[in-house]
């Protein structure tokens, strides 16, 4: 109901707000099924990946049809309590998230390199 109130007031949205949403502190064990019934309650999901890997499990990236979707989904599920972890449900930041990859590229290279060279760094003594 109030996603339909939204569309006809023809309100205007932040700029942050897109249809891709990040979650975090999701349980490792939950299952594709699960994250559905949780996010489809909100509107039709078009993707959900779940992270896998050791720096990717507890997250996932939900998909939505539709922006006013997934707006909703971020108002009633941030905090929501599932298996006693609350979510933290945000919208995805491409540029946020590119600078996190570029910030860990540029910290494994100085690591190289002290270690090619031999230099150790105040922490290590």
């Known amino acids: 109901m109030a996603t339909i ?24 064990n939950i299952s594709s099924e699960e994250m559905y019934d949780i996010f489809g309650k909100y509107g039709a999901i078009r993707q959900i990946r779940i992270g896998t890997n050791k720096d990717t499990r507890g997250t996932a990236f939900v998909v939505y049809e539709d922006i006013y979707d997934a707006k909703t989904a971020v108002d009633h599920l941030s905090g929501f309590n599932v298996a006693n972890r609350y979510l933290i449900v945000l919208y995805y930041q491409q540029a946020k998230m590119a600078k996190k990859v570029d910030q860990k590229k540029k910290e494994d290279e100085i690591t190289r390199l002290q270690e090619k060279y031999g230099i150790s760094t105040s922490k290590d003594k």
């Open 5 to 28: 109130s939204l569309r006809k007031a023809n309100t205007r949205l932040p700029p942050e707000v897109n249809r891709v949403l990040y979650v975090r502190n999701l349980p490792f």
